[in-house]
């Protein structure tokens, strides 16, 4: 499986978790995957000026690991879909939200 594709399944399997964990339909980022796949999907959402809704729902839920943002931050797997201005903006959103990434895993 290419990294893109283990991406778009990982995006999938938020969506899934944040319905499962959080009680959030998450029916519109549902349709941007399906749609745009992964990559373009998150791409869009990270460098959007403001959160989405779908990121403040998880936040008012205490679920902001469940986001794009956390995602891709916490896992160097995904680092090279990225450049340093998407990771960045990603990781100071959630500080921003008063979420703490969590250090990446190199082994990840």
Do not use: C
């Amino acid at each position: 499986m290419s990294l893109l594709e283990q991406f778009d399944a990982a995006m999938f399997d938020i969506y899934r978790r944040a319905k499962q964990e959080a009680n959030y339909n998450a029916s519109l980022f549902l349709q941007m995957l399906t749609v745009r796949k992964g990559l373009a999907t998150a791409k869009q959402l990270i460098n959007a000026p403001k959160p989405s809704d779908g990121y403040t729902h998880l936040y008012e839920r205490g679920h902001l690991e469940l986001t794009v943002e956390a995602m891709v931050t916490e896992n160097p797997k995904w680092h090279e879909l990225f450049t340093s201005d998407e990771l960045a903006r990603a990781h100071r959103r959630l500080i921003e939200y008063g979420y703490q990434p969590k250090k990446p895993d190199k082994r990840s």
